[in-house]
């Protein structure tokens, strides 16, 4: 897994000339990568989620788009339209941004349900399908998408079906004193994205993607996972728990998480506790109960992780 490690390491390294004291977060992001999964980064304006998932595009040597939602975009101007070539006599497929390697899904929220179930097939399928007919997407294909948790006018929440296909949903939060400075001086004459380069290929890519699938899980692990996820179903302040997607979602995570971070080839109780805020917090839909005591579902699953004991 050394491999993987190394190439973790660089995508990193070169993520962080941007985006300045959140390796956590840009970890945690390059895990969405090498799972085949997607991420939902959440987090008020301005503490640089559209630049995050820039600069991991411009990282890779992959194609990229971005989809500036709105409350008037329809479907079609995310999979794509076919239009009559009157040259050939016939009709040819247009393809819409979403048909892309990295997708840059900006103010998720903002786009009306009919749209945003345009992604569903996208992220669920790996395909889109126009007028009856359906188009493969490339390979890697990973969906970036940015909300604002505060905003609520002409914005349209996620749908529990769409937020289950996220794998994490990861927040970046504000940066400390010295990082702030550092950022402004860093700006002070050009963006630092003006300079990044690609430093991995999308060959390279797919190539740590089957890696980590090689990464071991012990029976006692697998069985601490499930007792996790069971445990947010019968949890008190839960309305609903997450369901098997969410077992696979923390197990992929975890095993690219050892991968990643140390070169394991096998996972530890401790990448579970880790990873398991991200994968299975935007997971549980809280009871109403709940949400009057201010509870979140992250303060719901650290409890289980309380409760919960390894190898019980």
């Not at 329809?74 to 070539?85: A, E, M, R």
């Not at 126009?130 to 505060?150: C, E, Y």
């Not at 402004?184 to 797919?206: C, I, M, N, T, Y």
């Amino acid at each position: 897994m050394k491999n993987v490690q190394a190439l973790s390491d660089k995508l990193v390294a070169n993520i962080e000339k941007v985006i300045i004291g959140k390796r956590q977060v840009v970890r945690l992001v390059v895990v969405g990568l090498l799972c085949e999964g997607h991420v939902l980064i959440e987090d008020v304006p301005g503490v640089g989620k559209t630049m995050l998932a820039r600069s991991l595009a411009r990282s890779l040597g992959c194609s990229f788009s971005r989809i500036q939602c709105t409350p008037d975009m329809l479907p079609s101007d995310v999979t794509g339209v076919y239009i009559y070539n009157q040259a050939e006599r016939e009709f040819e497929f247009r393809p819409g941004p979403v048909v892309s390697q990295i997708v840059l899904a900006d103010e998720v929220n903002r786009a009306t349900p009919k749209t945003q179930a345009a992604l569903l097939e996208a992220m669920q399928e790996r395909q889109v399908t126009v007028n009856g007919t359906t188009h493969k997407l490339p390979r890697p294909f990973m969906v970036l998408a940015t909300q604002n948790p505060i905003e609520y006018e002409g914005t349209f929440p996620l749908p529990e079906a769409q937020l289950d296909r996220f794998l994490l949903r990861i927040q970046l939060g504000y940066p400390d004193l010295r990082d702030e400075i550092l950022i402004l001086e860093q700006q002070k004459l050009v963006h630092p994205f003006d300079a990044l380069e690609a430093v991995v290929s999308g060959e390279e890519v797919r190539d740590a993607q089957k890696s980590i699938r090689e990464v071991h899980l012990s029976d006692e692990i697998k069985r601490y996972i499930v007792e996790i996820v069971r445990a947010t179903r019968a949890h008190e302040g839960v309305y609903l728990g997450a369901s098997p997607r969410g077992s696979l979602a923390l197990t992929r995570a975890c095993q690219a998480w050892a991968a990643l971070t140390e070169g394991r080839d096998y996972v530890l109780p401790d990448d579970v506790k880790r990873l398991a805020p991200y994968a299975l917090g935007h997971r549980v839909i809280l009871s109403s109960s709940a949400r009057l005591r201010d509870l979140e579902s992250r303060d719901v699953v650290r409890d289980v992780l309380k409760n919960v004991a390894v190898g019980k």
